[in-house]
């Protein structure tokens, strides 16, 4: 296995560069998110995930935004996601584009993805053309979907337009989506996952507790490397600075094939916030 850190990059299948960790932002109003992704970005996090259902695009852009400028960083320097909130037709989506790139006032979005699959079959297809036309513009640099399940994203490929690069969704040991997983897997989809350290509900699992001894790390810590040596990009969040902090800390070791096999094995199909892969 290559040797990776903070800084190291996986590629997107249209050619860009996506940091292999990022931070979550769920949760937090503007002026919490602002302060914490100042923390984040201080500590080293180049990988900011946001959403129009988050109410906080202003929040990140304004802290990547003066973080950028005091650090005389560049703006590629700092990769920004966020989401588009309702499938409800073309129009209103490229509208709901140029909102998010007002609230975060980047000049343009670095990934930008469907945030679900609601809203139906011909909803997806419009939300999808409208996001390919401003990919087209310059608007946004990679673009994907998030919670999407198998049935949804064949659909999307039998349209003809671009595939996704990144499906985000729900992805730990407890909850594997080996489905999903081997689709994209094959067609050179990036997994992102949204909630790898399962909202805390398994940190005393046996099996964490037990290689988190072993390697002298966090339960938090064990999660997010399985999460990087499945080649997954993993999304933590946190507001307390020294997890933030400690959550960066797994590039100092790595675990055992065997382990994360192991790990492999633990699906219970735990869905942590929301699950609407079998929806219509």
Not at 113 to 132: D, K, Y
Not at 221 to 227: E, V
């Amino acid at each position: 296995m290559s040797v990776l850190t903070l800084q190291s990059t996986r590629k997107l299948k249209d050619g860009k560069e996506i940091p292999i960790l990022g931070f979550g932002t769920y949760g937090m109003d503007n002026d919490e998110t602002y302060r914490v992704v100042r923390r984040a970005l201080e500590a080293g996090y180049r990988h900011i995930d946001s959403a129009d259902w988050y109410d906080n695009e202003e929040g990140c852009g304004r802290a990547i935004r003066e973080f950028i400028k005091e650090t005389n960083l560049e703006r590629s320097d700092v990769f920004f996601t966020t989401k588009l909130k309702f499938n409800n037709g073309k129009a209103n989506v490229a509208k709901a584009i140029d909102k998010s790139l007002e609230e975060c006032g980047l000049v343009y979005i670095d990934l930008y993805l469907i945030h679900g699959p609601l809203g139906g079959p011909q909803m997806r297809r419009e939300s999808w053309e409208a996001i390919v036309e401003a990919q087209e513009k310059g608007k946004l640099r990679s673009i994907g979907i998030s919670t999407f399940g198998v049935r949804h994203m064949q659909e999307l490929s039998n349209t003809g337009l671009p595939d996704p690069v990144v499906n985000q969704i729900d992805l730990h040991p407890f909850m594997t989506r080996t489905d999903v997983v081997k689709y994209c897997t094959e067609r050179g989809i990036v997994l992102e996952a949204w909630a790898p350290l399962t909202r805390c509900m398994r940190f005393q699992h046996p099996a964490i507790t037990a290689l988190a001894g072993k390697y002298n790390k966090e339960p938090a810590q064990i999660l997010l490397r399985y999460s990087l040596q499945k080649g997954y990009v993993p999304l933590p969040k946190s507001s307390n600075n020294e997890r933030l902090v400690s959550n960066t800390q797994i590039f100092d070791f790595e675990l055992q094939k065997e382990e994360v096999e192991h790990l492999d094995t633990l699906d219970e199909a735990l869905v942590t916030d929301w699950n609407p892969t079998d929806c219509p």
